[in-house]
């Protein structure tokens, strides 16, 4: 490789599971400036960073891959590495869902898992996870799209690649959910604070979230909400440096209580209130919170 990306260049590789929402995730990244090549065989990324590299009009570029198997695709994260060799700054975002969400999109548009064998759907889906586990694991990004609609979606996929020409830099994703829900594929920290006191229990909040002045009022009258917050706010800014230093690009942080819509919203809007002012570029995604 010859040449290296300019410094302002944006590098994105898209990936993950068959029905997880690749295709969608390209239409999101155009709307978002991105050139986006789709399916590109791993073995020709190496060219195509190069090609990126060297065109001074083209600073958002990514790639949508489908790397099911290895004959055709060959080894992606060796040439990931291969790019890391070489200086090529990218950001590597894996889409996830869960099997049940996996199993219902197969059945509904009545496409046929790549790798099914005659069996049963979830065991394709089960052997796919499995396989490709070891690149999830690489993943600087780890989209869950379950219960994402395409608006939510481009949302995710913009504050995922925020900052992605930068060195050193972070962007973090607070996500506010219930666990009647089920808990975030997504997350890198799960905080549970079903122990603190529930608004859904006072008749006159029931009815709010946690963004409504009566009900932050209520829980910031809490000693136990203040204790936490001084604990969660030390034990983040303990962290994110720590973090930062290993080359993590994007953070997860998912808080849950029982519906998501009180005391998990209202804590995700302070921490990301006081991530910002520190300088951290920070957004919160309300899961389960009803507009």
Not at 48 to 67: M, Q, T
Not at 237 to 264: Q, V, Y
Request: charged share 25%; with cysteine.
């Amino acid at each position: 490789m010859t040449h290296t990306q300019a410094p302002a260049t944006q590098f994105v590789i898209v990936t993950g599971l068959s029905g997880a929402g690749k295709s969608q995730a390209a239409k999101c990244l155009e709307d978002l400036g991105y050139f986006c090549v789709d399916n590109l065989p791993p073995g020709l990324i190496p060219k195509f960073a190069e090609l990126v590299g060297g065109s001074r009009g083209l600073r958002k570029a990514a790639l949508v891959l489908d790397i099911r198997g290895e004959e055709i695709f060959g080894d992606l994260l060796g040439q990931l590495q291969l790019l890391k060799d070489n200086g090529v700054g990218y950001r590597l975002i894996f889409l996830d869902a869960s099997d049940e969400v996996l199993v219902r999109r197969f059945s509904e548009t009545r496409r046929k898992h790549p790798l099914a064998d005659g069996g049963r759907l979830i065991d394709s889906i089960t052997h796919e996870r499995k396989e490709l586990k070891p690149v999830r694991d690489a993943a600087d990004v780890i989209i869950d799209t379950s219960a994402l609609t395409l608006s939510a979606l481009k949302e995710k996929l913009g504050h995922a690649v925020a900052g992605s020409s930068g060195e050193n830099s972070m962007t973090v994703s607070v996500v506010a959910f219930g666990f009647k829900h089920g808990v975030p594929l997504d997350a890198d920290l799960v905080f549970d604070v079903r122990f603190l006191p529930n608004p859904n229990y006072v008749a006159e909040l029931q009815a709010l979230d946690g963004t409504h002045p009566k009900v932050i009022a209520f829980l910031e009258d809490v000693d136990e909400v203040r204790d936490f917050k001084r604990e969660l706010y030390r034990f983040v800014d303990f962290l994110l440096p720590r973090f930062m230093r290993e080359g993590k690009a994007h953070l997860t942080i998912a808080i849950g209580c029982t519906g998501g819509r009180h005391r998990s919203v209202y804590l995700a809007n302070d921490l990301v209130a006081r991530l910002s002012k520190a300088g951290i570029q920070a957004f919160v995604e309300r899961r389960d919170a009803k507009e």
